[in-house]
């Protein structure tokens, strides 16, 4: 008893300093890593190191994936000041050297550093103008509205509605050139409408396999047609075989999430977009990525993603951008980067996250709002859509992500 | 005696030792393994009054992520514009199948409730001085109507509105609402999934599906001890939504049906079903579907020699089931989301009232959209018109958590669907008669009560 009491008399003071070391390490491994600050601020980005390492799951060099996710900055907003018709701005489309915003009060289009409008007085089908694409093969502008999709062609604007043509619902939420084809995803079904034929199609629960008539976002790539069908998952078409199939949540219910990675995250799609083989699916419980042989989910307590709450994505090669409620996250299969605004002030916040690392780097300007509606992509430029603006960012070419 | 003291010091210097080992040890193991670091989720909270029992794969399998544990917020712009000034009119968007559809005679209903509603937040003067408008649309028309219609409200300025009771023309309407962020409450729709979209954008003071299917679960199989349950439903959203909930709950129980067998709306002869339900030998049945041809089933049940009781959704709780079926309604239980026949004075003066205005006695439908606009009304007094502003007070669970309207409390779960209670009937000697729902019984009290 004696000899017990002296051990630990004696050793009590090296217990306690193994003891406080190993709980000040459980602070340096825990996942929030704020004591970096690259100051961006002062414009001087600095690259952040990049450990090699080769990852378990893909076989691959992180380094050489992270060294391609950029860092965007530099953020230049435009609001009804700047003039735009409205700051509530729901799409956005890079066209060359214009860019063309669809807001709550007509089409923006930016050229030569000057904005000019259209609304439903020019021809529009409806000031609300929710989404944007241009023909590669004709140039054609093809604009999906509140009520009506409204071809853009040499200066004329075309309107196609319920009362005039094939269209399912007169609520078009995403209009996608694919060739000589237009897809839409409406209020009340998919529909095409072949630009040589001009004859359309209609795809409902009637005639596909969805569990309901309504969709939400199309895209296309690698020889099919995906449809985000609200409250039936993704839909699936094939153009060859003109065959469909549907992948659904497999756990089946709407409140909860089974397994992680057996599927899409959830039946209420949002939004889906098809790059480098890679099918990316937004939803308002979180991401899904498939590569046609296995499904991965991202959710905002387990990955970098900054929130569930998803409203639009697109894929640009490697990279999918994530406009969320919370503001823009980027993704490559391994990095994370998220644009988010200060909260305190209007100087921005860059967060990077790959595994559990994640880094928080203070910039100078700020994306113009949070809740982030739109997006699209060229060359080193990044527009972005947003509740309140548009904003217009650029690569950090010093800086590119990676822990 | 000088040993015994150095000895009890001794002893408590080793005590404190190990007290500030353990303390130590406590605090690093705390901040070396934090709970917010596990991947799944941990938090147990069951959704929608779901049993443990009825939890999804509960049994086997806790869930990686329960979605509505928490409440989505609204972070867009728009709590900072200004109200206009040059008002004559505040207008509030209606939409409900109010033409063309067998609904209509409830969206008819649902219309008086709300302008009912309106008339009287009128009489007191509106808002500041400002008449209420109700601005009708029906949901019944070209595919997707409802889309468009919301789109038109929009255009006409409203500040909310109130919508629907036809399950895909709501949820279209509430996708549109999102997109154009207008506040929208929803007073007829029990379709469980209607609030499982995570749209911050609209709350239900209604009891949806889930609420009755659970009542019915627990009365049928826990209470009345049956066993082989046969399902006739409508072959609509409204059918096939609905009976979900009692579908999973039932096999949760460990009772799968016996049989699920369909009829279109608007179908008078139902032989061909009834035959098969019968060779199934169920020990009860259930119908999903709207009155008239729940009626015309329950007859020719008891036609072709069917006696077993039949249990109900909340839809045949109506007075043209009861003049159709007669007496063969009798027994028959359903479920309803409130009791019209309390004695509550604003009940009451409501059903009275309304009898006045409109020369019928207000349904369901009637006193959930009465309730469900003056939820509106009051949100625009209080928030002022702003969109946003109004929203938020619908939805931020203190406002109007606990509201007492003439259809009972309502209690909004984090997904904005009323969880508050739900009413069971039965019929008898040609009325409905109305009981409170039970509690549910869980397994354990099942158990027991077997145990002898």
Redesign the interface.
């Known amino acids: 008893m004696k000899n017990n009491n002296r051990f630990f008399q004696k050793n009590i003071k090296v217990l306690s300093l193994i003891l406080l070391s190993v709980f000040l390490s459980g602070f340096s491994i825990s996942k929030q890593d704020k004591s970096f600050q690259n100051d961006l601020e002062d414009n001087q980005a600095k690259p952040v190191e990049i450990s090699s390492r080769v990852s378990p799951e893909t076989g691959s060099d992180i380094k050489d994936e992270a060294q391609q996710m950029p860092v965007y900055g530099n953020w230049e907003t435009f609001t009804v000041k700047d003039g735009l018709p409205a700051d509530k701005a729901y799409c956005v489309r890079i066209d060359g050297d214009r860019v063309l915003v669809g807001t709550s009060a007509g089409l923006a289009v930016y050229e030569n550093e000057t904005w000019k409008t259209y609304t439903a007085e020019d021809g529009l089908a409806h000031n609300g103008v929710l989404s944007i694409d241009v023909s590669e093969l004709t140039g054609d502008v093809w604009l999906g509205t509140l009520g009506g999709l409204t071809r853009w062609s040499a200066g004329r604007f075309e309107t196609f509605t319920q009362f005039n043509s094939g269209l399912a619902n007169d609520v078009i939420y995403t209009v996608i050139c694919d060739g000589k084809d237009v897809w839409v995803a409406t209020g009340g079904g998919a529909g095409s409408y072949d630009t040589y034929t001009r004859e359309w199609g209609i795809y409902t629960e009637r005639n596909a396999p969805m569990h309901e008539p309504w969709t939400y976002g199309v895209c296309a790539g690698g020889g099919k047609i995906f449809i985000a069908a609200w409250g039936g998952g993704v839909i699936e078409y094939t153009k060859e075989t003109k065959q469909f199939r549907d992948y659904v949540d497999p756990d089946g219910e709407m409140e909860i999430d089974l397994f992680p990675d057996d599927g899409v995250i959830h039946d209420i799609t949002t939004g889906v977009t098809f790059a480098d083989d890679i099918l990316w699916v937004a939803t308002y419980f979180g991401l899904s990525r498939y590569d046609g042989t296995r499904w991965k989910g991202y959710l905002d307590h387990d990955s970098g993603l900054v929130s569930n709450f998803i409203n639009f994505l697109k894929a640009d090669g490697p990279v999918v951008w994530l406009c969320t409620d919370l503001g823009l996250s980027s993704f490559n299969g391994e990095t994370w980067v998220t644009y988010r605004k200060n909260e305190n002030n209007k100087k921005g916040k860059i967060i990077i996250t790959e595994g559990e690392n994640t880094k928080e780097i203070s910039s100078t300007t700020s994306i113009s709002h949070e809740f982030v509606i739109g997006v699209d992509t060229q060359d080193d430029v990044v527009w972005i859509a947003t509740s309140k603006g548009v904003s217009r960012g650029e690569i950090l070419k010093d800086l590119t992500a990676g822990l | 005696m000088i040993l015994t003291n150095n000895t009890n010091v ?1 002893k408590n ?2 005590q404190k ?2 007290l ?2 353990l303390v ?2 406590i ?2 193991m705390f ?2 393994f ?1 709970v917010s ?1 596990l ?1 799944g ?1 941990d938090k147990k909270l069951n ?2 009054n779901t049993t443990d029992e009825l939890v ?2 509960g049994r086997f ?1 806790k ?6 544990d928490d409440v ?7 709590r900072e514009k200004v109200p206009p000034t040059d008002l004559t009119e505040v207008r509030i968007g209606f939409l409900g199948p109010l033409e063309g559809s067998i609904l209509t005679p409830l969206g008819i209903q649902m219309l008086q409730g709300a302008s009912f509603a309106i008339e009287e937040a009128n009489n007191k003067g509106g808002y500041n001085g400002i008449p209420f408008k109700l601005m009708p649309h029906n949901d019944v028309g ?3 109507a ?3 219609e919301v ?1 038109k409200m ?1 255009d006409e300025k409203v500040w909310a509105f109130l919508g629907s009771i036809d399950d ?1 023309n709501t ?2 309407a509430l ?2 609402a999102l ?2 962020e207008i506040p929208m409450v929803n007073s007829g729709d029990p379709d ?2 209607l609030t ?4 911050p954008w609209m709350i239900r003071n209604i009891a949806d599906d889930r609420q009755s299917s659970y009542a019915l679960v627990n009365h049928i199989y826990r209470e009345k001890k049956h066993s082989r349950i046969a399902v006739l439903r409508a072959n609509n ?1 409204y059918g096939r939504v609905g009976i979900m909930e009692f579908r999973d709950a039932a096999l949760r129980y460990g009772f799968p049906l016996v049989l699920e067998i369909r009829y279109n709306d608007g179908e008078i002869d139902f032989a061909t079903q009834i035959e098969r339900m019968i060779k199934s030998s169920p020990d009860a049945v259930v119908l999903w579907g709207n009155a008239k041809e729940t009626a015309l089933i329950i007859n020719q049940m008891r036609q072709m020699g069917m006696e077993q009781p039949v249990y109900g959704s909340d839809r045949l709780m109506s007075k043209e089931l009861l003049e159709i079926a007669g007496e063969n309604a009798e027994g028959l239980v359903t479920t309803c989301q409130y009791n019209p026949t309390l004695d509550e004075p604003n009940l009451v003066a409501f059903n009275k009232n309304y009898n006045e205005r409109y020369g019928m006695e207000p349904d369901v439908f009637a006193a959930h959209a009465y309730d469900g606009m003056n939820l509106i009304i009051e949100a625009i007094h209080k928030a002022g018109l702003n969109r946003a502003l109004i929203r938020d007070l619908l939805t931020d669970h203190k406002t109007f958590q606990g509201y007492q309207g003439i259809t009972g409390e309502l209690i909004l779960d984090p997904s904005w669907n009323d969880i508050g209670s739900i009413w069971m009937t039965e019929v008898r000697d040609g009325k409905f008669d109305f009981f409170p729902t039970p509690p549910l019984i869980s397994d354990e009290q099942e158990n027991k009560k077997s145990t002898p």
């Open positions: 001794m210097q080793d030792i190990k500030r080992v130590l040890t605090l690093t901040f070396l934090p670091d991947n989720q959704y929608g999804p794969y399998q869930a990686y992520k329960n979605f509505f989505q917020p609204f972070t867009g712009a728009g070209l595919w997707g409802a889309a468009n789109v929009n895909i949820h279209v996708r549109v997109k154009l469980p999934t499982e979209t995570r749209i959203r």
